[in-house]
């Protein structure tokens, strides 16, 4: 039996627990919003299709039935829109993360907590700080879905599994994001010698452009906000994933925005390297061998987090 809360249901919060129903990975989720009525028709809605699925009791609460979760989601904040910055809603989703916080701990204080309202690094920084719980059990959905999309579109490329690709885009989930170009491959072949290395292929590989992968990556979320007024699917299947990563007892690494303490000369922030997560939670880094202009990059991504939380009020 796994339990799981998720606070907010607006887009994100809502497609986490369609998502999370249907991938089996919990046995019973609560979901909880300030706008009660909206959760109730919500957790309805993915309740009538529960028979075709593995057993699952979805349904609105309040933070009560958040006691003896496993995991605590918190997707509540005010959603970014069209040509606003990660970074603009500093302030106004902090305060609500701090009303939020002393609730929800009240009642299951033993969950690891995922954070994925926005600016996630920042808030992620404000719950660790906030909340007083080990920071092994505090997420920030951080930069997964960066490299999700990282992946797909390198994938793209070479009409390749997207899971055959090995790249990771680290730092800040925003527009201080960047690509580890020097460690990324597909099955273990440099990218950019991959289409070289091919045998017997009756087709030509276009030549991979880093720029355009990377503006990709970075302008992703901002060009679906503008098409279709929010980004809720692959944020919700990034989330599941590192639920069921926590739920399974396998270790796995993703990249996940954590506290750190001096790694790669960085300390007192929150950003998305390379973690280790499994049922003991964001446990441990791999410090991966970053070239001259991927830690210069790094620096740059924790110097713009630490401007934003230095302009605000915690």
């Avoid at 990556?217 to 906000?225: E, F, L, P």
């Avoid at 699917?233 to 990563?245: E, G, L, N, P």
């Avoid at 880094?285 to 790094?298: A, Y």
Wanted: hydrophobic share 40%.
């Amino acid at each position: 039996m796994k339990k799981i809360t998720v606070i907010g249901t607006g887009s994100v919060g809502s497609t986490i627990a369609y998502t999370l129903t249907i991938s089996g990975i919990a046995s019973e989720i609560v979901m909880i919003d300030i706008n009660g009525e909206k959760a109730l028709g919500e957790a309805m809605d993915i309740r009538q299709g529960t028979p075709f699925c593995n057993p699952c009791s979805i349904y609105a609460g309040s933070y009560p039935d958040a006691a003896g979760s496993d995991i605590v989601i918190i997707t509540s904040g005010v959603a970014r829109k069209a040509g606003q910055s990660r970074l603009d809603l500093a302030q106004t989703n902090v305060d609500i993360l701090k009303s939020i916080t002393p609730q929800i701990l009240k009642y299951a204080p033993n969950a690891s907590y995922i954070i994925v309202s926005n600016p996630v690094d920042i808030l992620t920084y404000v719950f660790c700080k906030y909340s007083g719980l080990p920071e092994a059990r505090i997420i920030g959905s951080g930069t997964i879905l960066d490299t999700a999309r990282l992946r797909s579109r390198i994938s793209e490329y070479y009409a390749v599994n997207q899971q055959n690709v090995h790249a990771y885009v680290l730092g800040e989930h925003g527009d201080s994001s960047f690509v580890t170009w020097s460690l990324a491959n597909i099955s273990n072949v440099p990218v950019d010698e991959y289409a070289g290395s091919l045998l017997h292929v009756d087709r030509n590989y276009p030549k991979l452009d880093r720029n355009e992968v990377e503006e990709y990556v970075r302008k992703s979320g901002a060009s679906v906000i503008q098409r279709k007024g929010a980004t809720f699917y692959a944020v919700s299947m990034s989330v599941a994933h590192i639920c069921q990563c926590l739920l399974s007892g396998i270790d796995t690494t993703l990249t996940v925005s954590t506290m750190l303490h001096g790694e790669y000369g960085i300390d007192d922030i929150c950003l998305s390297l390379l973690n280790i997560v499994g049922e003991a939670g964001a446990h441990s880094k791999v410090m991966l061998r970053l070239n001259d202009e991927e830690l210069v990059n790094l620096h740059r991504s924790a110097d713009s987090l630490r401007a934003v939380i230095n302009s605000i009020k915690i």
